[in-house]
């Protein structure tokens, strides 16, 4: 039968107006401690009600909780499990069913679409919506015998439990899909995502032709045994890093070229001061040391590098998938404000493979990663 929200409650009543506390004789349950549903008690704080007036408005299992303004207007929690005496603020309404109702029901109902849509055409004041206690008792909803409300809401309770799981099982597959992609550049920076090939010019030799005076290692050191045709040296042997160009807030507007800072794309600007294939490294900031490759016309601020590679002795991709992998914000200072520069990442020892060897080995990461991101793409359907 169709009914009111009104008609099935035996109580609609408004919370008390009453200040926190840090110690109290009940807790005091607020719009601002519901989030997605629960509540965590442990973050409730308290208040000294007068206990000859807290009777009235002392919450228990099955009541059902509802935000009565602001922008959470219309969000209802249903008590369960219940283990500290509670009273509930003013920004709040309880609803408190007959007997014969299913809280559990009527919980339903407030999350369904016509709830929603009853609450969206009912609610008044343009800055800080609101629904009061007789808005919310005038609202509709059908209900059906007892015992059909008990199938109902366990057909619901069974379905949702299916849902919840098949959710996390996607947030826990897509932080899979972040460790083996960390997994597939360990091995591609180690020199094991592909073979080697004994034809392939040894990176040694095509160092020593560019960098003659470079330091370089063909034995195990840190890495252990290295890679046939790979060695080891350090970054200032196969890089320069440069800081962009400063730029005025005013410039900071919309314009056609991405300006990149300490934390990637930070604004468009009109004119730009780097074209190409380059790699853009944070220079400053919480994300000093992240690394985008970018090959398009862009504007690099004083906040961020962009680097030079020596004669060509890594291909920009590799480089960008190496310089991931190294994180290199863990090089910066410890102030305040982490920096980090041409004298924290010069030093780092870093692989280096065949010339030869770096395209294979990009070829074959962006194949895994592909199948991979196939994979995260069909969890966002």
Known sequence: MWTTVGEISKSILYGVSESAKSKGEYKLLRITDIKNNAVDWNTVPYTDYDEHKANAYIISDGDILFARTGATVGKSYLVKGLQDKAIYASYLIRVQTFNEILPEYVKYFFESGFYWEQIQRDSIGIGQPNVNGTTLSQLALSIPPINEQHRIVNELGSWLNIIDIIDNGKAELQIAIKRVKSKILDLAIHGKLVP???????????LKRINPKAEITCDNLQYGKLPKGWCETTLGNTIVIKSGDAIKVRDNRIGKYPIYGGNGITGYNESYNVDGINI??????????SVHYVNNK???TDNAFVTKIMGNVYTPKFLYY?????????YSNSTAQPVISGKTVYPINVMLPPLSEQYRIVARIEELFAQLDKIESSLQA
């Open 196 to 206: 080697q090939d004994p034809n392939d010019e040894p990176a040694s030799e095509l």
């Open 280 to 289: 853009i490294i944070g220079r400053v900031g919480f994300y000093c040391g």
């Open 322 to 330: 190496l310089l991931q992998q190294y994180d290199l914000k863990q």
């Open 298 to 300: 862009i504007w690099v």
